[in-house]
């Protein structure tokens, strides 16, 4: 072990060491292996544009080569070939000095500048037909110039279209490009040591190519020079990949003897950097110039990464580790001479960790004793075994236990223990005691069951005192009520308001202590949801119109649907949220609807909504537990704190539950979800009490249409509307909502109505929110309508049928009237009411000739309406001529 503890220290200060240098030679090899690889695909790519370069430059060479034969066979064959008088030449004058040789093959165009004679038009002719063979299958740009030295004149072939560019817009490029061409050649003319030169690369603006010139001088004895020059196009020896504006072509400087070793040499390039650009030369054998490629540095990087992304990504990423295998190793903290070894450490860990298990020990409740039999020595213990350790028998305990599966009852200084005994798994021979103290667990237990007890006996308390102050309280808060009813003053009404509120509330907080104490019972039974509204509506209406708020009720079901549930407690539900809900609202509606969930049959949905400033979250609280936080008020009173929490415990009890939504300035959202299984329907008879009834709808607001629609429709009958309805269509009723529109018989439609009210001959004000008094207003007025029937059909009627007959007017009654009251409905349809009030007048004139009094009095009534413009009136009192009439024939 000495030796060992010995080497430790050194084998952990050179292991990081060695490490750190392994490391930091790979990150060398990879450094250098990254420049290599960058270096070698530098090179790579250096090599192949230059390879490219001198493939060009070798193309060049042999078209200059190509062109200067050409040109000697052009200067001495077919310049110099005898005139031939049979041809016929034409030419044709562009404009001043510039003429246009006509021929038919038209490969190549020809242009004579200057003053010349036929020789020089034949001479054209012979070159034009020599380049149309050499240029026959060409398909870039080529041109050729030729200074004649016989009469100073110049010649242009070229596969250019040179008539329209010399007749169009292109006309001064063309002249600009002849003028330099001709000062060019002067100039090489003038040159008496220069027979062949080369111009740089140059640019065709129209055709997008690029072209240098070979210039060669003739010289003639007693005439000036002739030279011949050619345009040499490159675009098709340049390759796509290497742009045209980055070439040029200059005169190679380099010494003769160099230039004697180039051909016997192999050809090369040289790549030199001007700036952030990167040129790279070659020379053209024969010609004195040079070819330069210019490439942005950036080209070259771009490309060469290009080229090596995935291996020099490789590379990065193997040198992203060795660098951080190196910090990593390099900071790691190294053993100096002195430090503890490894075992040091451990046994230092030991101690922490054992002396955490005595903490642990010392802590618990319980007496905790770890004894090893064969030494009989105590391994462990808390301050709670070593108090009793004295007073114990371990060996006689230890005998026990196993007899008693490990647990027995010890008394020490007169205090009841209980001792478990455990085996260790771990150490042979080891027991492991745990002691509870009996008489304190004991003492605890009895004390948590006086609690309990106590609890449970203050709940009942509270239970008992809720149920008897509501007793006491409801037996004087009745007698307040009902002598304050018997006064007739308006402060004892407002007494008496109070206290039917004051009852109101002790019913509902002994409602609440039944539900608590779970002495309430349901009394389910059968019921239609309908009139269970009825009922609703009007103990609700009193502060719905104190308010001046609109209640709609819009219950979606069958009007002969039957439920079978808790009829009361659904009733009290209703009335104590749209109580809640009005009092949250000061201005707007509140909004019943009824609805069958799809989900389930049995199961219906109450939505109540209002548009007032919202409930706030701490009012909702009161859902979870009642009075819980206040409430908000208006002028007649607070908000009842008890409604949630008492609407929540019903809908339970009722299978369901309340949810409530609130939005701040837009309203609070009620949702009330209970289980009401329907009643099979009643199938015996299909006739219902509207059948063949036809109403007319003349209701402004789209949600007590539907309303009424629906009611309507459920009793049989068929509803139309004002837009809906045809020119000579009946109807039986008429609804509106608007009292203007009720010029006759009809029902007007309010919210705040009580019930059924007369307000007029054949006209009821009813609340539709109610379907009892809608039936009954329906009724009544079906009723008075038939009995008006009856009289327009009693004896009077026939004796006006008679008279009828007997004036001798009947025949030319039968012609006329009746298409004046076709003329009413169209005239009626169209708004014209002044063709409509000249009708109703003549018709009045024909009832009064033939004292038809009833007819007379119809149209009178006609009139009124026509000149007050009501549009309603006016086709209720048509429809009442048109069946007079009819009763009459």
């Known amino acids: 072990m000495s030796q060992s503890d010995t080497m430790s220290p050194s084998k952990f200060s050179l292991m990081p060491t060695s490490l750190t240098r392994y490391f930091l030679l790979l990150i060398i090899v990879l450094l250098v292996t990254m420049g290599v690889m960058i270096q070698s695909a530098v090179n790579a790519w250096l090599k192949d544009k230059s390879y490219q370069v001198v493939d060009i430059t070798h193309a060049i060479h042999k078209r200059v080569d190509t062109w200067r034969y050409a040109t000697w066979q052009l200067y001495d064959n077919v310049a110099a070939t005898p005139l031939n008088a049979g041809e016929g030449l034409q030419e044709t004058r562009l404009k001043q000095d510039v003429y246009y040789l006509e021929k038919p093959r038209r490969k190549t165009e020809a242009l004579i500048f200057g003053s010349h004679d036929?020789?020089?038009?034949?001479?054209?002719?012979?070159?034009?037909?020599?380049?149309?063979?050499?240029?026959?299958?060409?398909?870039?740009?080529?041109?050729?110039?030729?200074?004649?030295?016989?009469?100073?004149?110049?010649?242009?072939?070229?596969?250019l279209p040179l008539k329209d560019l010399s007749s169009g817009f292109k006309e001064s490029n063309v002249g600009n490009i002849v003028d330099s061409r001709r000062a060019e050649m002067l100039q090489q003319a003038n040159s008496l040591d220069e027979r062949e030169s080369f111009s740089s690369l140059r640019r065709l603006a129209w055709q997008n190519g690029y072209y240098f010139t070979l210039r060669t001088?003739?010289?003639?004895?007693?005439?000036?020079?002739?030279?011949?020059?050619?345009?040499l196009p490159v675009n098709d020896i340049i390759p796509p990949t290497m742009p045209l504006d980055s070439f040029r072509l200059e005169q190679d400087n380099a010494p003769s003897a160099l230039r004697g070793a180039e051909k016997e040499a192999a050809d090369s390039a040289s790549v030199n950097l001007n700036g952030s650009r990167i040129e790279i030369a070659s020379a053209i054998n024969s010609t004195g110039m040079r070819l330069v490629w210019q490439v942005p540095f950036a080209t070259l990087l771009l490309d060469t990464l290009q080229n090596i992304l995935l291996p020099l990504l490789l590379n990065i990423g193997l040198l992203a580790l060795a660098l951080f295998g190196y910090t990593t190793f390099r900071h790691q903290p190294v053993r100096q001479q002195g430090e503890p070894s490894a075992p040091a450490v451990v046994n230092n860990e030991l101690r922490v960790l054992r002396a955490i298990n005595e903490e642990i020990v010392s802590l618990l409740p319980l007496g905790l004793l770890v004894h090893d039999l064969e030494s009989n020595r105590t391994v462990m213990s808390n301050?709670?075994?070593?108090?009793?350790?004295?007073?114990?028998?371990?060996?006689?305990?230890?005998?026990?236990?196993?007899?008693?599966?490990?647990?027995?009852?010890?008394?020490?200084?007169?205090?009841?223990?209980?001792?478990?005994?455990?085996?260790?798994?771990?150490?042979?021979?080891?027991?492991?005691?745990?002691?509870?103290?009996?008489?304190?667990?004991?003492?605890?237990?009895?004390?948590?069951?006086?609690?309990?007890?106590?609890?449970?006996?203050?709940?009942?308390?509270?239970?008992?005192?809720?149920?008897?102050?509501?007793?006491?309280?409801?037996?004087?808060?009745?007698?307040?009520?009902?002598?304050?009813?018997?006064?007739?003053?308006?402060?004892?009404?407002?007494?008496?308001?109070?206290?039917?509120?004051?009852?109101?509330?002790?019913?509902?907080?002994?409602?609440?202590?039944m539900l608590e104490d779970g002495s309430w019972q349901s009394a389910p039974r059968e019921f239609s949801i309908q009139e269970l509204i009825n009922e609703v509506v009007p103990d609700v209406l009193p502060v719905v119109?104190?308010?001046?708020?609109?209640?709609?009720?819009?219950?979606?079901?069958?009007?002969?649907?039957?439920?079978?549930?808790?009829?009361?407690?659904?009733?009290?539900?209703?009335l104590l949220l749209i109580q809640y809900a009005v009092t949250a609202t000061s201005i707007g509606k509140i909004t019943l609807e009824v609805n069958a969930d799809e989900s389930a049959e049995d199961r219906l949905t109450f939505r109540i909504l209002d548009t007032g400033n919202g409930v706030s979250p701490r009012e909702i609280d009161n859902l979870h537990f009642p009075f819980l936080n206040d409430t908000q008020a208006d002028l007649y009173g607070k908000a009842n704190a008890l409604t949630f929490w008492l609407c929540d415990q019903l809908a339970r009890r009722l299978g369901g539950h309340l949810n409530i939504k609130s939005h701040d300035e837009l309203g609070t959202r009620y949702l009330l979800h209970v289980k009401m299984a329907a009643s099979a329907p009643d199938t015996e008879s299909d006739e219902r009490l509207?059948?063949?009834?036809?109403?007319?709808?003349?209701?402004?607001?789209?949600?007590?249409?539907?309303?009424?629609?629906?009611?309507?429709?459920?009793?049989?009958?068929?509803?139309?509307?004002?837009?809906?309805?045809?020119?000579?269509?009946?109807?039986?009723?008429?609804?509106?909502?608007?009292?203007?529109?009720?010029?006759?018989?009809?029902?007007?439609?309010?919210?705040?109505?009580?019930?059924?009210?007369?307000?007029?001959?054949?006209?009821?004000?009813?609340?539709?929110?109610?379907?009892?008094?809608?039936?009954?207003?329906?009724?009544?007025?079906?009723?008075?309508?038939?009995?008006?029937?009856?009289?327009?059909?009693s004896p009077g009627a026939n004796n006006e049928n008679a008279?009828?007959?007997?004036?001798?007017?009947?025949?030319?009654?039968?012609?006329?009237?009746?298409?004046?009251?076709?003329?009413?409905?169209?005239?009626?349809?169209?708004?014209?009411?002044?063709?409509?009030?000249?009708?109703?007048?003549?018709?009045?004139?024909?009832?009064?000739?033939?004292?038809?009094?009833?007819?007379?009095?119809?149209?009178?009534?006609?009139?009124?309406?026509?000149?007050?413009?009501?549009?309603?009136?006016?086709?209720?009192?048509?429809?009442?001529?048109?069946?007079y009439v009819k009763s009459l024939l």
Request: hydrophobic share 40%; glycine share 4%.
């Open 545 to 574: 119109k104190r308010k001046g708020l609109q209640l709609l009720i819009n219950n979606n079901l069958s009007a002969s649907e039957q439920r079978y549930g808790d009829r009361d407690a659904l009733r009290r539900i209703l």
């Open 217 to 231: 001088t003739f010289n003639q004895p007693g005439h000036l020079a002739t030279v011949v020059a050619f345009d």
């Open 803 to 883: 008279e009828l007959h007997a004036s001798g007017y009947y025949a030319l009654f039968v012609d006329t009237v009746p298409d004046d009251v076709k003329k009413l409905y169209t005239e009626a349809a169209t708004d014209d009411f002044a063709a409509l009030a000249q009708t109703a007048h003549r018709l009045k004139g024909v009832f009064a000739m033939l004292n038809l009094v009833p007819g007379k009095q119809l149209c009178e009534t006609l009139e009124q309406v026509i000149r007050e413009k009501d549009a309603p009136g006016i086709k209720k009192y048509i429809s009442d001529i048109d069946a």
């Open 383 to 513: 301050k709670i075994a070593d108090h009793l350790l004295p007073h114990l028998n371990l060996q006689n305990i230890t005998s026990m236990a196993d007899q008693h599966q490990g647990v027995i009852q010890a008394t020490i200084n007169n205090e009841l223990y209980e001792i478990r005994q455990f085996r260790s798994q771990a150490v042979p021979r080891t027991q492991i005691f745990i002691i509870r103290d009996q008489d304190r667990e004991v003492l605890v237990s009895k004390k948590l069951k006086q609690a309990q007890r106590l609890y449970e006996k203050n709940q009942q308390g509270r239970v008992a005192f809720m149920h008897h102050i509501g007793e006491a309280l409801k037996q004087p808060a009745k007698a307040l009520a009902s002598q304050a009813a018997m006064l007739g003053t308006e402060q004892s009404q407002k007494l008496a308001h109070h206290a039917d509120v004051l009852v109101r509330l002790v019913d509902e907080i002994q409602l609440a202590n």
């Open 118 to 159: 036929s020789s020089t038009l034949e001479m054209t002719q012979r070159m034009s037909t020599y380049l149309d063979t050499l240029w026959g299958a060409e398909t870039v740009p080529w041109s050729m110039y030729y200074l004649n030295g016989q009469d100073n004149s110049l010649i242009l072939v070229s596969t």
């Open 690 to 793: 509207l059948d063949d009834v036809v109403a007319m709808i003349d209701i402004t607001s789209s949600e007590i249409r539907s309303i009424v629609v629906r009611q309507l429709e459920n009793w049989g009958a068929t509803c139309i509307s004002l837009d809906e309805r045809g020119g000579s269509q009946e109807f039986d009723l008429f609804l509106t909502d608007n009292p203007s529109n009720l010029t006759a018989a009809g029902l007007l439609l309010s919210d705040d109505e009580p019930g059924v009210r007369k307000i007029g001959p054949g006209q009821l004000r009813v609340n539709f929110n109610m379907s009892n008094a809608m039936q009954d207003a329906v009724l009544q007025l079906i009723e008075e309508q038939l009995a008006q029937e009856e009289s327009v059909e």
